[in-house]
């Protein structure tokens, strides 16, 4: 006789699973008492999945804020969310009285292409947008994504460049320029910070989110002596919460430094996104001899591999080599 499926609940996840396909699903249904509730949950998604994908009906505009709510319910990080809500803020001012079944996956590519972001931000938002509109029912959507940029050796911002960034940025922004330069870190990590995370004693900050918290490891940010006083003025002037922040007191997010990086672009005719500083940030303390293992500690990466893959322009640099030999020979 065939197993009967039912649904299971996951203490993990605090929710009701089913497995459908060979694939796990997620249930609507939080209570681990209510086992009918899950059976009905379950009744229903088979009864979809039979009767095949359904488009959600509704502009765009509209759908984007069922989909944002829809990830607030299923517990999706508010960081998370912010850079949904960033990336699709783009896609609503340009399409969002359109229905989700008249847009074409060619579309979506063409008018990421006419913006002045890096292939790197393209790449993400167009990313965005696909997991957007499939989950709108278009399961088969997919805009093709350019190549994210190559890091390293042409990422790298000159001492000229940065001074001439830090003369036409303003307020908390110029701060967060200056910090980046200062710390090598993401920048996410810095909008994330908030007054309480810093340790003014020890002159770090533990970060409770960070890319490698899935890997059981640590990421402590390094304040030097001339990064603190910002951050320092920072909080006195904000007393508590988001450090860096624009008009209104509102948080910087990832979407408005990309817009203000793109200005000083214009201005300055430097090349630059907020990735550079990292990069440049690394390139400084591998060209100066400082071992790759502690370079890596310093970025936050979990291993050598990413300094390994990304800044083999240091170590093909024969100057920077004769220099480091001079220095420490």
């Known amino acids: 006789m065939a197993r009967i499926n039912r649904p299971w609940f996951r203490h993990d996840r605090h929710r009701w699973y089913v497995t459908m396909n060979g ?13 009918d509730g899950a059976m009905a949950a379950m009744i229903d998604l088979m009864i979809k999945q039979r009767s095949g994908p359904v488009i959600k009906p509704g502009t765009i505009d509209e759908l984007v804020k069922q989909f944002l ?28 009285n359109r229905a989700i079944c008249a847009i074409e996956p060619e579309e979506l590519t063409a008018m990421a292409a006419e913006t002045t972001w890096s292939t790197t931000t393209q790449h993400n938002t167009i990313s965005t947008c696909n997991s957007f509109i499939r989950w709108c029912g278009r399961k088969d959507f997919s ?20 001074e001439k960034l830090i003369r036409e940025a303003r307020g908390d922004f ?25 340790n003014w004693a020890s002159k770090t900050a533990t970060l409770k989110r ?22 320092r003025r920072l909080a006195d002037k904000h007393k508590t919460g988001s450090l860096f922040r624009g008009l209104g007191g509102r948080p910087l997010t990832l979407m408005s430094i990309v817009r203000r990086f793109a200005r000083l672009k214009e201005l300055t005719g430097v ?7 990292r990069h440049t940030y690394a390139t400084r303390l591998l060209s100066s001899g ?18 390994h893959a990304h800044y083999s322009h240091v170590a093909q640099n024969s100057r920077l080599l004769g220099e480091i030999a001079d220095r420490f020979g």
């Open 143 to 162: 805009a093709p994504c350019p190549p994210k940029e190559a890091r390293g050796g042409e990422s790298v911002i000159s001492q000229e460049g940065y």
């Open 271 to 277: 090349e630059v996104t907020s990735y550079c500083f």
């Open 174 to 198: 110029q701060d967060l320029i200056k910090v980046l330069w200062l710390t090598g870190a993401r920048p996410s990590e810095l909008l994330d910070l908030k007054v309480e995370d810093i």
């Open 290 to 307: 400082v071992p790759d293992t502690q370079v890596a500690a310093m970025m936050g990466h979990s291993s050598t591999r990413m300094i």
């Open 210 to 231: 960070h890319k490698t918290k899935k890997k059981n490891k640590q990421r402590i940010l390094q304040f030097g002596a001339e990064a603190l006083p910002i951050l």
């Open 69 to 96: 709510e829809s990830c607030r319910r299923k517990g999706a990080q508010a960081k998370t969310i912010r850079s949904y809500a960033s990336y699709l803020k783009w896609f609503v001012a340009g399409l969002g």
């Open 23 to 35: 694939t796990q699903a997620a249930l609507p249904v939080t209570d681990p008492a209510d086992a």
